[in-house]
């Protein structure tokens, strides 16, 4: 499993591909417990929806979208990829309910 992360240089993001699942599963759990983008994780929500034409998942602050996640998966249905882009620029299109391409 890899995760990709675009932050545009504006949003701190990995730098670099995380791979491995377990290492990817720890960089989420680590998510879970600290402030991001000013928001506590108490106050984030995660809504299942549909990205790019795939299953995806939009995270919100009180205020703003902060983040989405899109998934790749393997011929056995299995999530190879993860996408997360929490580049503003690029998230204005989801703030704004439109369907246009992330990544």
């Known amino acids: 499993m890899t995760l990709w992360t675009d932050g545009g240089g504006k949003v701190r993001q990995a730098l670099k591909p995380v791979v491995g699942?377990?290492?990817?599963?720890?960089?989420?759990?680590?998510?879970g417990t600290?402030?991001?983008?000013?928001?506590?994780?108490?106050?984030?929500?995660?809504?299942?929806?549909w990205i790019n034409?795939?299953?995806?998942?939009?995270?919100?602050g009180p205020d703003r979208v902060i983040a989405t996640i899109?998934?790749?998966?393997?011929?056995?249905g299995r999530i190879s990829t993860i996408?997360?882009?929490?580049n503003p620029d690029k998230l204005r299109s989801v703030t704004a309910g439109t369907r246009h391409e992330l990544c």
Do not use: C, K, S
């Open 83 to 86: 996408h997360n882009v929490a």
């Open 34 to 49: 600290v402030t991001y983008r000013g928001i506590e994780p108490g106050q984030m929500r995660a809504e299942i929806t």
């Open 70 to 76: 899109t998934l790749d998966f393997d011929p056995e």
């Open 21 to 31: 699942l377990g290492t990817v599963a720890g960089w989420f759990a680590a998510l």
């Open 53 to 60: 034409g795939g299953p995806g998942v939009v995270f919100r």
